[in-house]
């Protein structure tokens, strides 16, 4: 059982460049979340999708994008990237309501 | 209105000792509470979950205590053993307005000593 895979696992990268987080899951949910996770600040939603196009805005959105082409994948983008971004990132999948959300292993970003 | 609110922010305990974390919610709407555990390095897997239908649900040596009148919930941990330091968070969700957001408090550092 896969469950939700991250990738990459590490990653720095030059303030101003961009790069594409990515996270599949083959578990069939329709829900999928990207959070990031700063020391000391739990977990805070970047962007949701309820299903294979629609995503939606969650708490801390600005400076990603996210697109939801298929059920089983939901990229991470990041433009121009910015010291402020450097955080660990996890992506993460349930099936509806009131049901367990499963995490992928986390992808550590650092901006320099 | 969103918000999760987690205390203490790290617990130490002695093995054998009682563990309790709590949380606070504001939204009325939320109707799913789970309690996650992380270890460093991994991402975060599900411990324990209640339904606000019930007021305290027991898996083993974790309990969720809940208080729907007070908007408040709890994990306990009975018997706390070294395995258990970790970082626990609480979360909240709402599912009837389809949105089905987790809402994830600030996080709870617990280190049991042997």
């Known amino acids: 059982n896969a469950g939700v895979t991250q990738t990459p696992k590490f990653r720095i990268l030059k303030i101003g460049q961009s790069m594409t987080l990515q996270c599949a899951q083959d578990m069939n949910h329709n829900y999928m979340y990207w959070y990031r996770q700063d020391p000391g600040m739990g977990l805070k939603l970047i962007y949701y999708s309820v299903g294979a196009g629609i995503t939606d805005k969650g708490e801390v959105p600005n400076g990603y994008n996210v697109s939801r082409s298929t059920t089983e994948d939901f990229p991470l983008r990041l433009e121009l990237a910015a010291p402020s971004q450097t955080s660990v990132y996890f992506c993460?999948?349930?099936?509806?309501?009131?049901?367990?959300?499963?995490f992928g292993q986390g992808t550590r970003l650092t901006v320099v | 209105q969103q918000q999760v609110k987690q205390s203490p922010q790290s617990l130490i305990v002695q093995k054998g000792g009682i563990s309790i974390i709590n949380c606070a919610y504001e939204?009325?709407?939320?109707?799913?509470f789970p309690w996650y555990q992380q270890f460093p390095g991994k991402g975060p897997a599900l411990l324990i979950a209640?339904?606000?239908?019930?007021s305290e649900k027991k898996e083993g040596r974790f309990t969720i205590s809940f208080n729907k009148s007070a908007k408040q919930f709890s994990l306990h941990i009975m018997d706390s053993q070294p395995g258990d330091s970790a970082t626990y968070f609480c979360a909240a969700s709402r599912g009837a307005s389809g949105t089905y957001k987790y809402i994830f408090g600030t996080g709870t550092r617990l280190k049991v000593l042997a």
């Open positions: 209640i339904r606000p239908d019930v």
């Open positions: 993460a999948s349930r099936q509806g309501a009131r049901t367990e959300a499963f």
């Open positions: 939204n009325t709407a939320f109707d799913y």
